[in-house]
């Protein structure tokens, strides 16, 4: 069975200073990764996917298969970034998506 | 634009009752998800629908069902609820099975006393 673990609950940073939301899974295969973002009083809605290799509000992940991981980086962090973010992932497309535990980032001025 | 609606954001019931959470999606998508979130366990899959009257058990099904008689509406049923179901409640939808992006509603807030 798959498994996406997120292992800092609360991240901390100073506006400015650049930001690292860890995510490491486990499946023998190749999955789909994705980002999701919930901000404060708003709907959870997707950030960013693997495949797509885009940046999203100055937001980058690179799926690391040796690794097992997908870290959602930002050089910069901004206020408006604090949130808590989710890394789900999915076997293959049409399975459903299993997310980790979540991570509360908190950007501070 | 996508949109999904829950029926209530604040719910409070007493352990016992039984309890209806209503998601509805006017988009016209096949698949419709119910999830817990809850601090420290993240998002957690209880029940998830391919299509009218199709269901199948996520991670935590046990104490929840669900009904899906219209395309548009998938109902989470608690039918017995129990103070360890307090929780915030999220549904979903995803046009299709192979589309990537899920969308979700704005949570309702259950607590059960």
């Known amino acids: 069975a798959q498994r996406v673990t997120q292992p800092e609950k609360l991240l901390s940073v100073f506006k400015g200073a650049p930001v690292e939301l860890k995510c490491n899974y486990s499946?023998?295969?190749?999955?789909?990764l994705f980002w999701y973002v919930q901000y404060s009083r708003q709907r959870l809605q997707l950030l960013l996917r693997h495949i797509s290799r885009e940046s999203i509000k100055g937001f980058t992940a690179d799926l690391n298969k040796g690794e097992t991981s997908f870290h959602l980086k930002k050089p910069f962090a901004q206020e408006e970034d604090s949130a808590m973010y989710y890394c789900a992932l999915r076997r293959s497309s049409g399975s459903r998506l299993t997310f980790g535990e979540g991570t509360q980032l908190t950007v501070n001025p | 634009d996508v949109k999904v609606t829950q029926s209530s954001r604040y719910l409070v019931k007493r352990t016992g009752e039984k309890v209806f959470l209503e998601c509805v999606q006017d988009m016209d998508h096949e698949n419709m998800f119910w999830y817990r979130q809850d601090p420290g366990l993240g998002l957690r899959l209880i029940y998830f629908s391919y299509d009218v009257k199709m269901k199948e058990k996520g991670d935590i099904p046990e104490g929840y069902s669900v009904s899906r008689e219209k395309k548009e509406r998938f109902s989470l049923i608690l039918e017995s609820a129990s103070t360890n179901q307090t929780s915030m409640y999220l549904c979903?939808?995803?046009?299709?099975?192979?589309?990537?992006?899920?969308?979700f509603g704005p949570g309702t807030r259950l607590t059960v006393t």
């Open positions: 979903a939808s995803r046009e299709l099975a192979d589309s990537y992006e899920q969308y």
């Open positions: 499946y023998s295969g190749s999955p789909e």
